[in-house]
């Protein structure tokens, strides 16, 4: 039943914002969603309004599309639900700024965003201006009863933009990384290199029935759970990222020339491509360089590799007598470490290297820097069922063809990302920051 709110464009001015510990429920979530669509437009500002309309390849969508979809979904899923005779700002964005929902109706081609012009980029800026404004008067003026049913859908639209603005940074990147020019989306922040990074260890695990997935307590998607209990077997798993350097023996040992260390599928992808390095990658004069988002620079061999495919990080990983871990290991592990890294909010944009030596049975870069693959295929957990309705389209019709990662990125929000968090990406995509721990047997 649609509920009945504010009228849109009557809106009165927001009260005076308190302090987080005195506001109310709904004065705090609205703090954190402002919070959040305000990093999406700092995410934006030093790009021209020429970088943000780019598509560089069909999985990239131009930064323009990124700030108007996740407007799209606040007013599709939240506005158009709970205020009554809400107007659509623009109708027509409906089409435009669709991404997947087919109950929500049809949608643009994903791979002509970039033919896009028009709205212009700061069209877009006044699309976002006026749907921030008409959720801030719906939720303002909103009783405590009717709150309860907007704010799920509310808090899902602040992770959903999250998880746009980790795009929004790899998908500059690919079209930063098209231009001969090689733009600089942010300058490299000077850091001390006098790191030493120890040879990897293997921490133990015994065998154990564990618990795997989201316990209900705050929020999460819906395919981390149900909860479910697990029987993981006895392994180990590497106390830190395989680096550049390490990767780079793996390459100058012919890596990408050998079959023995690559799946099918993939051995076919490695030729049909002809991918002999990472994504971004750039051989001169005998020496590997690297696109970054502060622009081109010497590969550094102490930093984690990043931006593989899963087949290449499986393919190291058989090259390097070990193999890639199951998501319910990686979960198991990282049961008991808090989530701390090298994350968006550092503003770094690139992987760094570890920078002090892990103790005894210690596992460093569990979080940020690079998602790394599983060798689990991205399925439901048992009992799993997608809600009904276009929300129920999230994540579910996605279980298909491809591999979990786990435990974000640079470009992730330390906000955003959980131990139970499942990212999927099918197994030859390399354009977000992929890397690689290792893992191993234990008979
Ligand atoms: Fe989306």
């Given at each position: 039943?649609?509920?009945?709110?504010?009228?849109?464009?009557?809106?009165?001015?927001?009260?005076?914002?308190?302090?987080?510990?005195?506001?109310?429920?709904?004065?705090?979530?609205?703090?954190?969603?402002?919070?959040?669509?305000?990093?999406?437009?700092?995410?934006?500002?030093?790009?021209?309004?020429?970088?943000?309309?780019?598509?560089?390849?069909?999985e990239?969508?131009?930064?323009?599309?990124?700030?108007?979809?996740?407007?799209?979904?606040?007013?599709?899923?939240?506005?158009?639900?709970?205020?009554?005779?809400?107007?659509?700002?623009?109708?027509?964005?409906?089409?435009?700024?669709?991404?997947?929902?087919?109950?929500?109706?049809?949608?643009?081609?994903?791979?002509?965003?970039?033919?896009?012009?028009?709205?212009?980029?700061?069209?877009?800026?006044?699309?976002?201006?006026?749907?921030?404004?008409?959720?801030?008067?719906?939720?303002?003026?909103?009783?405590?009863?009717?709150?309860?049913?907007?704010?799920?859908?509310?808090?899902?639209?602040?992770h959903h933009?999250q998880q746009h603005q980790e795009l929004l940074v790899t998908d500059?990147?690919?079209?930063?990384?098209?231009?001969?020019?090689?733009?600089?989306?942010?300058?490299?922040?000077?850091?001390?290199?006098?790191?030493?990074?120890?040879?990897?260890?293997?921490?133990?695990?015994?065998?154990?029935?564990?618990?795997i997935g989201h316990?209900?307590?705050?929020f999460s998607y819906d395919n981390e759970g149900?909860?479910?209990?697990?029987?993981?077997?006895?392994?180990?798993?590497?106390?830190?990222l395989?680096?550049?350097?390490?990767?780079?023996?793996?390459?100058?040992?012919?890596?990408?020339?050998?079959?023995?260390?690559?799946?099918?599928?993939?051995?076919?992808?490695?030729?049909?491509?002809?991918?002999?390095?990472?994504?971004?990658?750039?051989?001169?004069?005998?020496?590997?360089?690297?696109?970054?988002?502060?622009?081109?620079?010497?590969?550094?061999?102490?930093?984690?590799?990043t931006h593989l495919s899963y087949?290449?990080a499986?393919?190291?990983?058989?090259?390097?007598?070990?193999?890639l871990p199951t998501e319910f290991?990686w979960e198991?592990?990282a049961?008991?470490?808090?989530i701390?890294g090298?994350f968006v909010?550092?503003?770094?944009?690139?992987p760094?290297?570890?920078?002090?030596?892990?103790?005894?049975?210690?596992?460093?870069q569990m979080f940020g820097d690079v998602w790394e693959w599983t060798r689990s295929s991205y399925s439901p957990y048992?009992?799993?069922?997608?809600?009904?309705?276009?929300?129920?389209?999230y994540n579910g019709k996605f279980m298909c063809n491809q591999y979990v990662l786990r435990g974000g990125s640079c470009a992730t929000s330390r906000t955003h990302v959980r131990k139970t968090y499942r990212n999927f990406f099918q197994p030859d995509k390399r354009w977000q920051f992929t890397g690689i721990r290792?893992?191993?047997?234990?008979?």
């Amino acid at each position: 039943m649609i509920q009945t709110a504010v009228a849109p464009k009557n809106r009165k001015a927001t009260a005076e914002p308190r302090s987080r510990e005195s506001a109310s429920p709904s004065e705090n979530l609205l703090a954190r969603f402002h919070e959040v669509r305000k990093f999406s437009a700092r995410l934006a500002e030093n790009l021209a309004p020429e970088d943000c309309v780019v598509q560089s390849m069909p999985e990239v969508s131009p930064t323009k599309w990124h700030l108007a979809h996740t407007t799209w979904f606040f007013e599709t899923f939240i506005l158009k639900k709970w205020v009554s005779g809400y107007r659509d700002a623009v109708p027509e964005y409906a089409y435009l700024f669709n991404s997947y929902y087919n109950a929500a109706g049809a949608m643009h081609r994903r791979d002509l965003r970039g033919l896009i012009s028009r709205p212009t980029v700061e069209e877009t800026k006044r699309f976002r201006a006026s749907i921030d404004a008409d959720v801030d008067a719906l939720v303002a003026s909103t009783g405590e009863k009717l709150f309860c049913e907007i704010e799920p859908i509310l808090r899902l639209g602040i992770h959903h933009e999250q998880q746009h603005q980790e795009l929004l940074v790899t998908d500059i990147k690919h079209v930063f990384a098209q231009n001969p020019l090689f733009p600089v989306f942010q300058k490299a922040k000077i850091e001390n290199r006098n790191i030493n990074i120890e040879a990897v260890k293997f921490v133990q695990f015994d065998e154990a029935t564990v618990e795997i997935g989201h316990d209900g307590n705050g929020f999460s998607y819906d395919n981390e759970g149900p909860r479910h209990r697990a029987l993981v077997l006895p392994f180990a798993l590497a106390n830190r990222l395989v680096t550049n350097a390490e990767y780079l023996e793996f390459m100058n040992d012919h890596g990408y020339a050998r079959a023995e260390f690559w799946l099918s599928l993939g051995w076919t992808t490695v030729n049909e491509q002809n991918w002999r390095a990472p994504l971004y990658w750039i051989e001169r004069d005998g020496e590997w360089w690297s696109f970054t988002l502060s622009g081109l620079r010497k590969v550094d061999p102490k930093e984690p590799i990043t931006h593989l495919s899963y087949f290449e990080a499986d393919a190291y990983a058989n090259w390097a007598g070990a193999r890639l871990p199951t998501e319910f290991e990686w979960e198991r592990a990282a049961a008991k470490i808090d989530i701390e890294g090298n994350f968006v909010e550092s503003e770094r944009f690139h992987p760094a290297p570890l920078n002090h030596s892990p103790k005894d049975h210690e596992l460093g870069q569990m979080f940020g820097d690079v998602w790394e693959w599983t060798r689990s295929s991205y399925s439901p957990y048992p009992g799993y069922r997608a809600e009904a309705g276009a929300l129920g389209e999230y994540n579910g019709k996605f279980m298909c063809n491809q591999y979990v990662l786990r435990g974000g990125s640079c470009a992730t929000s330390r906000t955003h990302v959980r131990k139970t968090y499942r990212n999927f990406f099918q197994p030859d995509k390399r354009w977000q920051f992929t890397g690689i721990r290792l893992a191993r047997d234990l008979s």
